[in-house]
Structure formats: C-alpha cells, structure tokens
C-alpha cells in the first residue's frame, strides 16, 4: 500500500501542463487567462461567406505585424485571433471593414465570454455632424450630439481646435438593430431650434 500510494506522488510530481491555443498559464495569478486579442465577428449578409477568400483578404487588409488566424466557428461567425495590442487596435481603430461589400460587424472577446453567445450588433463608424450652429462646438456639446446616434467613442481632435469646418466627426458604435437616425432637432437657450444632420 505504501509503495503504490509513493507511486502515485511520483507521478503527480511528473506532471506537466501544455499550453493550449488561446490559453495562457499565470502562475502569478495561480490561473488561467483567455487570450485578450480576439474579435469575433459576422459579416452582415445571408449568403454564405467563401472562407478561404475571406481569411486572404482579411489578412492583406489589416497586414498584422505578428499575424492574425482565422477561425470558422459556424453560424456565420468567425473568430480573428491577433498576437499582440498594437494589431488587434489598428483593426479596432481603422473600420470599418467588409468583404465583397458586406459589412464586418465584431465584439472584443473579454475573458469568459462565450463566442458563440456574445451579441453582434454595434458597428463603429464616424458619423459626419452637419449645419452646427457657429458658436456652439465644443467637445461637451459633440458629445452630447453623438450619443444620440450610438455611443460616443472619441472625437475627431481636430474638430474642435477654433478652424471652421463644414461638418464635424465623431466616432459612434452603431446598434445596427435599431434604425439610422438622420438628424434631431438642437433647441438653443433662447428657445429657437435648428436640424442638426448627420452624414
């Protein structure tokens, strides 16, 4: 009994854990951590999607310094999995994107969160600010103006810098679920109004 119970310990002391694809080993955590450089996405068609020529041109598009895969999890969603934050933010920052005109609509993978289950229905895009009233740009009012739209992700720092210009950026994630809205009525303290038009 003594021997097979010694046997047992010299085994559990042999052990030894392989790195899985997308998981990593913290042991100053004392855990595991889901790769952080993920977005899974879904292109905005019912046809199906040629993979092959997807996963090429994808790839030439965003040219990743430390290269990207690309996984097709079914249901019309694939996985785009980066290997390091400065490639996986150029891709965030730089749409939108699609293929063969199909809009790419696509969430940042956060640890425990399911691929198959996370919502696929914002989009950033900047949205063009048109016919705002001289005297009232600043970056409290865009922000206001641009949350009617989706949700505010920055400003164009150029828009706000006292140059005239004949529209304004700001950078929204879109719900694409809900319509468009093409312009909201600004109402000024005096109590006239003007359409503010979005682009």
Not at 36 to 47: A, C, D, E, Q
Not at 179 to 187: D, F, H, S, Y
Request: with cysteine.
């Amino acid at each position: 009994m003594a021997s097979s119970t010694q046997n047992l310990e010299e085994m559990y002391e042999n052990l030894s854990f392989e790195e899985e694809e997308g998981v990593l080993f913290d042991e100053r955590e004392g855990g595991c951590q889901q790769n952080t450089y993920i977005l899974v996405g879904s292109f905005l068609t019912v046809k199906n999607i040629n993979f092959m020529a997807m996963q090429s041109m994808m790839a030439s598009l965003w040219i990743p310094r430390e290269g990207v895969e690309i996984h097709d999890l079914g249901n019309h969603r694939y996985s785009f999995v980066f290997f390091h934050s400065l490639d996986i933010q150029k891709v965030i920052d730089g749409g939108p994107w699609s293929f063969e005109s199909n809009p790419l609509v696509y969430h940042r993978l956060r640890a425990m969160e399911d691929a198959n289950l996370v919502p696929l229905n914002k989009m950033e895009i900047w949205v063009q600010v048109h016919d705002l009233p001289s005297g009232m740009v600043s970056e409290k009012i865009l922000d206001s103006i641009g949350s009617q739209v989706g949700d505010v992700i920055k400003l164009d720092p150029t828009d706000t810098n006292g140059m005239w210009k004949q529209y304004m950026r700001i950078r929204v994630a879109l719900n694409i679920e809900k319509p468009l809205k093409r312009r909201i009525k600004l109402k000024r303290e005096n109590g006239s109004w003007s359409w503010i038009n979005f682009k």
